[in-house]
């Protein structure tokens, strides 16, 4: 059997194209991409594995992606996974909201390609800015 | 690329465009009638002028604080004064008028001219921002609100936090942290602050907020709440471009920019106008000043402009040379109750002098100075550095406005005004300003001036 060693990230974005986009975008820097497309979705991907990120959209049909964020941060098991918030919602209050709600970075839409990609790489190698926390668990704990 | 990189290339660009646009308005080489002299005297004499006028209006200098609009109108006044004087010369000097064509000239010059105008401003202002704002609060709101007004690269330019008492310090701030917001008093009286950001919680900061707002409602300084305060996953405003950096702006004024631009253009017509026509006094005065006391023509003194902005403002010399030196030496004369200083028979002003000052000539040279956009022709007069460092919080409010050539307190006596009262009188302008008190104004002055009434 073969081992997937192909780091996972879950998207959680309500917009079938956008959605597409993204994941194709993703699967091409060869990560195993889990596309959900609401909260509960999402809370389903969650319950069977533990990802190296979640990409999620603020606004999402039923419960928002704020939600998402607190729930995951509320996770003993999910607690130290980064979270890259994606959404044109992007005034300097929706931003400290969504820190607030335990997000790790913030993209604005619309974003470029390379532009994803430079923060997904920075999310998942680089030292992170906002939450030290999710440094400490690579060290120790690796998922 | 530097600023002044920028205005030196401005200048170059400039000439070179005078320079074409005289070879085309006179004849070529190879043409019949075509001399030199007509070449030379025309690109070297409009370059000269240009040049001239570029100085006095302050062109080329690297902080102006003009918008795109003031420099249309300056650049086709330039144009304007350049060509009037050309005309005349060449009514003098009729050889000259063979070989030209000011048509040409001005069809040439004009648009390469604003072109260039347009677009290396449009450079600078990107270059060196001049707005600046100090933000409260540190949190991530605070943060974002910091790293979004740098990320725009309009005029406006982060200069410092300042901390709430329960925040604590930490460098991932993109401006310098300056202390705690009960420093914001302290501040706010050596730092110009063009708007302030409270980027605040209403509940777990609301009393440090409130107390914010009272100091810059005192200050007379714009101030920015967060629009809303919630966190929303899908309702946006009604009215987006209402709260569109997600903060609702407040003035300490109320809000009227039809009539702010009209006052704008009404100094700028008025003074151009009233510089031209009154050239001739100038001169006057001028050679006048000059022949009678040893020095310089024109004073330049370093005075407080709009939000506290540092500008130099001039007037006619009417004072002996070490003037400023005799001040001190004088201050125990001092007629004038607070931190200004006057005196009815100041024993270093000149014989000139006195009669400039009586009939308020030695204030005339101001008009350029509105010209460049740092006075108005009403407003409050503007302070020198001295006597803002002794200003109380709720008289700073006067700089909240542009300082202008006459004001309330001109018209109302002048000197027989305590300061008390006239920082009063200006306050109560600045707070019930119209165009149409303005035009009020204008007209009160005259007879004041006339009459010499009351000026030292």
């Given amino acids: 059997m073969e081992i997937d060693t192909k780091r996972s990230i879950v998207l959680v974005e309500d917009h079938p194209t956008e959605r597409e986009m993204v994941r194709q975008a993703l699967v091409d820097q060869d990560f195993r991409v889990e596309a959900t497309q ?43 996974v980064p979270i890259l918030v994606m959404s044109d919602r992007s005034s300097p209050e929706d931003m400290a909201h969504a820190e607030y709600a335990g997000a790790n970075a913030f993209l604005k839409k619309p974003f470029t390609r390379e532009k994803l990609i430079k923060y997904v790489t920075a999310l998942l190698d680089g030292p992170h800015t906002s939450r030290p926390s999710v440094r400490r668990l690579r060290r120790s704990d690796p998922p | 690329m530097q600023k002044q990189t920028i205005q030196n290339l401005n200048l170059l660009g400039d000439s070179v465009v005078i320079a074409v646009a005289s070879a085309v308005a006179t004849k070529l080489p190879w043409q019949a009638g075509w001399h030199w002299m007509v070449f030379l005297g025309m690109s070297a004499g409009s370059l000269l002028l240009w040049m001239l006028g570029g100085r006095i209006l302050r062109h080329y200098d690297v902080w102006n604080g003009r918008g795109k609009r003031s420099d249309v109108v300056l650049t086709l006044l330039l144009m304007g004064g350049v060509v009037t004087v050309m005309a005349l010369l060449r009514m003098m000097v009729p050889a000259y008028a063979a070989g030209s064509n000011f048509v040409r000239f001005i069809a040439v010059a004009v648009p390469a001219l604003l072109w260039i105008r347009l677009t290396t401003s449009w450079m600078s202002r990107r270059e060196v921002p001049t707005h600046p704002i100090l933000i409260i609060g540190i949190g991530p709101l605070g943060r974002h609100t910091g790293l979004e007004i740098q990320d725009r690269k309009d005029h406006r330019r982060v200069v410092g936090y300042l901390r709430f008492a329960d925040e604590d310090a930490h460098d991932r701030l993109p401006a310098q942290l300056l202390g705690t917001i009960s420093d914001l008093d302290e501040l706010l009286k050596t730092q110009v602050v063009g708007e302030v950001f409270i980027a605040g919680h209403n509940d777990a900061q609301r009393v440090e907020m409130q107390s914010a707002i009272r100091v810059l409602e005192r200050f007379g300084i714009p101030f920015a709440l967060p629009a809303a305060g919630f966190r929303f996953g899908r309702a946006r405003p009604e009215n987006e471009r209402a709260v569109a950096d997600g903060y609702i702006h407040y003035l300490s004024v109320r809000h009227r920019p039809v009539q702010w631009a009209v006052k704008r253009l009404f100094d700028i017509i008025a003074s151009s106008v009233t510089l031209v026509f009154l050239g001739p006094i100038f001169v006057a005065v001028a050679i006048a000043v000059r022949l009678t006391s040893r020095g310089p023509i024109l004073f330049s003194q370093q005075r407080v402009g709009q939000h506290g902005q540092l500008f130099h403002m001039l007037k006619f010399r009417s004072m002996i040379a070490n003037a400023e030196e005799l001040k001190a030496k004088l201050m125990a004369h001092n007629e004038q109750s607070g931190p200004v200083f006057k005196m009815a028979r100041d024993p270093r002003i000149t014989a000139v002098g ?7 000539i030695d204030e005339l040279p101001q008009l350029i100075n509105v010209l460049r956009g740092e006075m108005s022709i009403v407003g409050p007069r503007p302070p020198v550095p001295a006597e803002v460092a002794k200003y109380e919080a709720w008289q700073r409010r006067r700089l909240s406005v542009r300082p202008g050539l006459t004001c309330v307190w001109q018209v109302s006596g002048r000197n027989e005004t305590s300061f008390e009262e006239w920082m009063y009188l200006d306050m109560q302008y600045i707070d019930h300003w119209s165009l149409a008190h303005d ?17 030292s």
Avoid: M, W
Avoid at chain 1, 40 to 55: D, F, M, R, W
């Fill in chain 2, 354 to 360: 006195r009669f400039i000052r009586r009939y308020s």
């Fill in chain 1, 38 to 80: 609401d909260y509960h979705g999402a809370i389903g991907q969650l319950s069977k594995l533990v990802p190296h990120l979640v990409c999620l959209n603020l606004t999402l049909p039923r419960e928002s992606g704020f939600e998402l964020c607190e729930y995951i941060r509320n996770e003993s098991r999910l607690r130290f």
């Fill in chain 2, 439 to 455: 035009f009020e104004l204008i007209l009160k002055t005259v007879p004041v001036v006339l009459s010499g009434r009351g000026a």
